[in-house]
């Protein structure tokens, strides 16, 4: 069903419909067909036992999903949020370096957030991000290879050489959030799951078969949408529900800012 992140939210709740609620009810409606609305009473006593604990069991798979996969949406949003005020902190500490290091580095910490908004996040919300020579090497080459003309130049390096680790870190993280999934095992067991559960809700029959219909219908969506809520948690750059790239634009601007601070505090030339 990953083809429904590329969908509307219309055309996914209209998905779910036809495909979960039609789908369950033409289910019905060929059981029906074919076993006696008495003979299904019959059994009603030991389906419902079944279908209790089919059901129960169920609810908790599904359950479990839905908070891993929060739990992953969740650490992907905080680890864009640490990558941004890593990338800003970095920025700052350039502001003690000298030149012409002080805007080398500003200009490459700028160059680096920018590719983030303006490539790197367009390109992961339409899943053609490929991983190349892009990342903070450049970043990491310019500081190692600087050498501190003091002891308080050497500090800062110190701590920048600490925001460029947890740029690194939290980089590659981010590229392992957005090539992983859940394992395949657990949306086996989810799809496998939702046909058992709505197949035993077929051992109850009613005599109103159009209230039945209604029942199995919406029994169904609900859990398509559960599914579907799933789906979009497990990809957290791709899809309706995405995590949102304002924790770099944000960034920028303090950065701007204390650009803009550092040209109004500069010290006048000194006339000849």
Known sequence: MDF?????????????????????????????????????????????????????????????????AWERFNQANANAHDEATALESLYKL???LAEPMRSQLDSAVLEYTHRV?????PQMATMRYQ??????????????????????????????LEQLSQISQTHSQRLLFYHDDLPSM???I???GCIITIGF????????????????AFFSIWLGITILAILELAHPYHGMMTI?????????????????????????????
């Open 117 to 121: 908004v303006d490539e790197e996040w």
């Open 190 to 192: 989810i799809y496998l």
């Open 244 to 272: 949102p790239d304002d924790p770099y634009r944000y960034a920028i601007s303090r950065m701007e800012e204390a650009t803009n601070y550092k040209m109004s505090v500069a010290p006048a030339p000194k006339a000849p």
């Open 186 to 188: 657990v949306w086996l």
């Open 201 to 216: 809700s077929y051992f109850f029959s009613s005599h109103d078969f159009r209230a039945q219909v209604v029942m199995c």
């Open 131 to 160: 991983m190349g020579k892009q990342g903070a090497h450049n970043l990491w080459s310019m500081v190692v290879s600087y050498h501190a003309a003091d002891s308080h130049e050497e500090m800062l390096l110190d701590k920048a």
């Open 4 to 68: 429904l992140l590329d969908w509307g939210i219309p055309a996914q709740l209209a998905f779910i419909a036809v495909v979960f609620g039609g789908g369950s009810v033409l289910g019905l409606y060929v059981v029906r067909r074919l076993v006696p609305v008495d003979r299904l009473q019959e059994n009603h006593e030991v389906a419902g036992v079944t279908f209790g604990v089919v059901g129960a069991f169920y609810g908790l798979v599904l359950g479990f999903v839905i908070v891993a």
């Open 94 to 96: 350039g502001a003690g």
